[in-house]
């Protein structure tokens, strides 16, 4: 008690030094509850870095180990066409393209199947299709025929603007394919 009393009187005689104690303990109060609330927000940052690298290397890891998931883009199937005779190969090439085309809702015209050209006897069997297709759609119905399987190559390609002076009408091409047969590795 003796000391309560003691500091009671000191303040009582200097006031300027109890308004002086009193800002300094507000101060240092002040100064422990903002580094106090730093701590804080540091340590929430650093949650949230650990859980942004827990997620990459979560999306990460399953892509690793199964080598399934790695060959994702890699389209299915033979690259050779199949087929027992050139015939049916030759039926084949014409399905894939006649196929392609109406998935880029192309009106197929005209196509035939070249089983006696000049690439016949090194195995490769020549289709021909004439179609009329969008202009914005020719460029993706290439992609799909080059990129897919059987593994397609584009021999001829010619595209015929449409006639007259209407905006918007369908291009008319005549195509050329050409894919290897199975049996003739």
Same mark, same amino acid.
């Given at each position: 008690?003796?000391?309560?009393?003691?500091?009671?009187?000191?303040?009582?005689?200097?006031?300027?030094?109890?308004?002086?104690?009193?800002?300094?303990?507000?101060?240092?109060?002040?100064?422990?509850?903002?580094?106090?609330?730093?701590?804080?927000?540091?340590?929430?940052?650093?949650?949230?870095?650990?859980?942004?690298?827990?997620?990459?290397?979560?999306?990460?890891?399953?892509?690793?180990?199964?080598?399934?998931?790695?060959?994702? /883009?890699?389209?299915?199937?033979?690259? $050779?066409?199949?087929? &027992?005779? +050139?015939?049916?190969?030759?039926? #084949?090439? %014409? @399905?894939?393209?006649?196929?392609?085309?109406?998935?880029?809702?192309?009106?197929?015209?005209?196509?035939?199947?070249?089983?006696? /050209?000049?690439?016949?006897?090194?195995? $490769?069997?020549?289709? &021909?299709? +004439?179609?009329?297709?969008?202009? #914005?759609? %020719? @460029?993706?119905?290439?992609?799909?025929?080059?990129?897919?399987?059987?593994?397609?190559?584009?021999?001829?390609?010619?595209?015929?603007?449409?006639?007259?002076?209407?905006?918007?009408?369908?291009?008319?091409? +005549?195509?050329?394919?050409s894919a290897q047969r199975q049996g003739s590795r």
């Amino acid at each position: 008690m003796m000391n309560k009393q003691r500091i009671e009187a000191l303040l009582a005689r200097f006031p300027l030094a109890a308004v002086i104690s009193y800002f300094a303990l507000i101060v240092a109060f002040a100064f422990i509850a903002m580094d106090n609330a730093l701590q804080v927000l540091q340590r929430r940052d650093a949650v949230v870095a650990a859980s942004e690298i827990l997620h990459q290397i979560e999306v990460r890891g399953p892509a690793r180990t199964p080598a399934v998931a790695a060959d994702a /883009g890699i389209p299915t199937g033979s690259p $050779f066409l199949e087929g &027992t005779t +050139v015939s049916v190969a030759g039926a #084949a090439l %014409l @399905q894939r393209v006649t196929a392609a085309t109406r998935r880029a809702n192309g009106n197929t015209l005209s196509s035939q199947v070249d089983l006696k /050209g000049p690439m016949s006897k090194t195995g $490769f069997v020549t289709a &021909t299709s +004439v179609f009329e297709i969008d202009p #914005a759609r %020719l @460029q993706p119905l290439l992609y799909d025929l080059e990129a897919g399987m059987p593994f397609l190559f584009v021999e001829e390609l010619a595209v015929q603007a449409p006639s007259g002076s209407a905006e918007g009408g369908k291009l008319r091409v +005549v195509l050329g394919v050409s894919a290897q047969r199975q049996g003739s590795r």
